[in-house]
């Protein structure tokens, strides 16, 4: 059996999809099975992971209709076969020694290796650092103030899991919603894990492209945001880890109340009733014109708002 188990859903990414393989297959650590799941792409992506198969033996290849990422993901871990899973997108690429470097972090007992990444808008890549330490993280996974944001916790292709451990839990992709599934994933992991070796090198290059669903705030992604996280935490406390996430969940509720103000018509009522838990930790944590505008939405100073506070900066 391989030591760590690559998968890999492929959907209209035909002009990505080689050098993400190639990638793949350029690993300095070999011993790795990779799983190509086209999930129904009517390009010629199919085709192209058939090719991938016939030259290298360590290339598995399952075609399926579309049914969305999340299932296509499912997929590649019903036939999985190795110790760890590393997820990686069809059109982002990795580094040769990604595997190499995530491995050697079993010997720490680490149940979930993660890596830091850059963001590449098309020909441009973003250099700015994500993960700033190495070491072990044990217990709740904190936001810092310098990233309240943290949209990159959610994504599952930032860490090697241990099959062992997500088979103990169960966990897989959530198929009944369009996205917002990995975050899912990846806050379930986590809480499940007991320790998470943090590297800093820069592994991973994540491709946002123009039009990509990240890119596409809409009132249907926030809602379904609303009603992953609210998953997340009753699932979360089914595996007895509420407590020591709950702050965690907690800021992830205040990033979708601040998506929601940013991106939507300004419906004060919707967001107060949103998460009012969270309401005095967006106070406390912001500061300035957003800290000012969150505090008087909260006390229903919504006539003064537009006045006193330009929204969304």
Same mark, same amino acid.
């Given at each position: 059996? !391989? #030591? %760590?188990?690559?998968?890999?859903?492929?959907? +209209?990414?035909?002009?990505?999809? &080689?050098?993400?393989?190639?990638?793949?297959?350029a690993q300095t650590f070999t011993d790795f099975e990779c799983i190509l799941v086209d999930d129904g792409s009517p390009d010629s992506c199919g +085709?192209?992971?058939? #090719?991938? /198969?016939? +030259?290298?033996?360590? *290339?598995?290849?399952?075609?399926?209709?579309?049914?969305? *990422?999340?299932?296509?993901?499912?997929?590649?871990?019903?036939? /999985?076969?190795? /110790?760890?899973? *590393?997820?990686?997108?069809?059109? @982002?690429?990795i580094e040769g020694d990604l595997l190499e470097k995530a491995l050697s972090a079993d010997r720490h007992g680490a149940d979930i290796v993660q890596w830091d990444f850059d963001v590449c808008y098309d020909e441009n890549i973003n250099e700015k650092k994500y993960l700033k330490h190495d070491g072990i993280k044990e217990g709740e996974l904190k936001f810092s103030r310098n990233e309240p944001l943290a949209w990159w916790n959610g994504m599952c292709w930032m860490r090697m899991y241990s099959f062992e451990m997500l088979k103990k839990i169960g966990l897989r992709f !959530?198929? @009944? %919603?369009?996205?917002?599934?990995?975050?899912?994933?990846?806050?379930?992991?986590?809480?499940?894990?007991?320790?998470?070796?943090?590297?800093?090198?820069?592994?991973?290059?994540?491709?946002?492209?123009?039009?990509?669903?990240? &890119?596409?705030?809409?009132?249907?992604?926030?809602? =379904?945001?609303? #009603?992953?996280?609210?998953?997340?935490?009753?699932?979360?406390? +089914? %595996?007895?880890?509420?407590?020591?996430?709950?702050? =965690?969940?907690?800021?992830?509720?205040?990033?979708?109340? &601040?998506?929601?103000?940013?991106?939507? !018509?300004?419906?004060?009522?919707?967001?107060? &009733?949103?998460?009012?838990? /969270?309401?005095?930790q967006a106070v406390r944590f912001y500061h300035g014109k957003k800290k000012i505008k969150y505090l008087m939405i909260i006390l229903h100073m919504d006539m003064l708002v537009n006045k006193l506070v330009k929204i969304g900066k």
């Open positions: 059996m !391989p #030591e %760590i188990s690559i998968i890999v859903p492929v959907y +209209k990414v035909e002009k990505y999809l &080689n050098k993400c393989v190639d990638s793949i297959l +085709k192209i992971c058939d #090719e991938y /198969a016939q +030259k290298d033996s360590r *290339v598995k290849v399952i075609h399926q209709e579309n049914h969305g *990422v999340n299932a296509a993901r499912n997929s590649g871990l019903d036939m /999985a076969s190795g /110790a760890w899973i *590393v997820f990686v997108d069809g059109d @982002d690429w !959530p198929e @009944d %919603i369009s996205n917002n599934g990995d975050t899912y994933f990846s806050y379930m992991a986590l809480a499940a894990g007991r320790k998470v070796w943090c590297m800093a090198d820069k592994l991973y290059h994540y491709r946002q492209r123009s039009g990509s669903i990240i &890119n596409n705030i809409r009132r249907k992604n926030i809602y =379904t945001k609303t #009603e992953v996280c609210r998953r997340i935490e009753t699932d979360i406390s +089914k %595996i007895g880890q509420l407590d020591r996430f709950y702050s =965690t969940i907690l800021q992830y509720k205040m990033e979708i109340k &601040n998506w929601f103000i940013k991106h939507e !018509p300004l419906d004060f009522n919707t967001w107060r &009733n949103m998460f009012p838990e /969270a309401n005095w």
